[in-house]
């Protein structure tokens, strides 16, 4: 399966327009965080699995709805799909508006209260 092309480099962008970000290694993948709490993790054949993909911070509900709409593109991934993560396959043609609203999900259900004010225009 082809691999995405700069997918790093994408999430950077995406991620980098939101306050209060910042991106470190965790367990060996590029991981971000809103605040102290994580929303997001680029992983490229996590333990062999083959997938270039990012899990993203989500509810249980839209995790269940993603994966019913399309089990090629969305996962549950391993160690955080039970609180409601969703993986996005990137190697699979996936649409970057989606992995961005997505994203933005993620974020703001972590991100603080002044970040949220900061990017929403009220602070």
């Known amino acids: 399966m082809a691999r995405a092309r700069n997918p790093l480099a994408k999430l950077r962008k995406i991620i ?3 306050p209060e970000t910042s991106e470190k290694i965790s ?9 102290k709490k994580t929303f997001a993790t680029l992983h490229d054949n ?3 699995d083959a997938r ?3 899990w993203i911070k989500s509810t249980a509900d839209a995790q269940d709805d993603l994966v019913a709409a399309n089990d090629e593109v969305f996962f549950i991934p391993p160690y ?3 609180s409601g993560w969703i993986g996005v ?4 043609g996936a649409d970057w508006g989606m992995i961005e609203s997505l994203l ?7 991100a603080p209260k002044r970040a949220l004010a ?3 225009g009220d602070a």
Not at 89 to 92: K, P, T
């Open 16 to 18: 980098g327009q939101w």
């Open 27 to 35: 367990h060996g993948a590029p991981t971000w965080w809103g605040g």
């Open 46 to 48: 996590h333990h062999g």
């Open 52 to 54: 270039q993909a990012v």
């Open 80 to 82: 955080v799909g039970p």
């Open 89 to 92: 396959r990137l190697d699979r």
């Open 104 to 110: 933005e999900s993620g974020y703001r259900m972590v």
């Open 118 to 120: 900061k990017l929403d």
